[in-house]
């Protein structure tokens, strides 16, 4: 078994409460493969509310009813009165990226039936397992770093350091540092608007360059607003996941003999009825 395989494996022992019972049968079994999509909710929530700010939008605090304490010093650049609810912004935020880690699985999907491989996309993980924050030991997940707060309900993952660190504390001193991190990826070197990023336009360090660099105001106003999620609530994003999972795929060779016997023909396509000579014998090489 590879280094990979063996990780997804602590990941995901083939038992209840980590593997749901009725998926323990064919998850992530020796010879298989388990995709497992990563999401950064704290950098997805941070990103939203720069595009409420350039849009005159600023949050406000539903959960205790007030809002954001000195947002009125931006209000030479923002109505400070428009404002959307905390949680509406963190669960808008954490279903668009349930729908980008799902679509993810999506593709994988329709790989697998390109290739001739069974599989399908699942949620029958335990999310906090996977990412290490089970509490067992024996179960050390992916190996997420994570706390616990007597005002959350959950454990908090936030970054397995240096291979994917959360747009949060303690992976940034505050929330203004991770402010200016998440605009230095979209603004700097390599990143979407950067003049030297490669492009499919004509043109393409012309559109990239022509989107406006976020100045400090609009970063300062950015950062007060996160940094009062995170001091009110001891994370960001307040009432959802810093990191987050939740769609898998399962990849592994289709038993053609079980569906010849038990289902009607045309129940898989051809990519599998040959599979195996198409993959796996000499006449391929």
């Not at 999310?127 to 179960?139: I, Q, R």
């Not at 499919?200 to 022509?210: E, H, I, Q, Y």
């Amino acid at each position: 078994m590879s280094e990979s395989s063996t990780k997804a494996a602590s990941a995901c022992p083939l038992k209840f409460p980590y593997t749901e019972a009725h998926n323990t049968w064919v998850v992530n079994h020796p010879g298989t493969l388990l995709v497992i999509p990563v999401g950064d909710l704290a950098q997805h929530v941070l990103l939203n509310l720069c595009y409420m700010l350039q849009n005159g939008i600023v949050i406000k605090d539903d959960i205790h009813g007030r809002s954001v304490p000195g947002i009125e010093r931006f209000s030479q650049i923002v109505d400070v009165g428009n404002t959307w609810p905390l949680t509406f912004v963190e669960q808008w935020s954490m279903a668009e990226l349930t729908a980008e880690l799902s679509t993810s699985c999506y593709a994988g999907a329709l790989l697998l039936q390109a290739l001739g491989l069974g599989g399908w996309m699942f949620n029958g993980l335990d999310p906090f397992g996977v990412l290490g924050a089970s509490g067992n030991p024996e179960v050390p997940g992916l190996g997420f770093r994570y706390d616990s707060d007597e005002r959350w309900p959950y454990p908090n993952p936030t970054g397995l350091q240096g291979v994917m660190e959360g747009f949060c504390p303690p992976h940034y001193p505050d929330m203004r540092a991770a402010v200016e991190a998440v605009c230095e990826r979209k603004f700097g070197p390599g990143g979407p608007f950067h003049p030297d990023t490669p492009g499919p336009w004509k043109d393409s360090p012309g559109v990239r360059s022509a989107a406006r660099p976020h100045d400090e105001d609009f970063k300062a106003c950015v950062a007060l607003q996160a940094q009062y999620v995170f001091d009110t609530f001891g994370k960001f994003p307040g009432a959802v996941p810093s990191i987050f999972v939740l769609t898998y795929l399962q990849a592994h060779h289709l038993d053609t003999e079980f569906y010849d016997r038990f289902y009607e023909p045309g129940s898989y396509l051809n990519t599998h009825a040959v599979h195996m000579k198409r993959w796996h014998s000499d006449d391929s090489m």
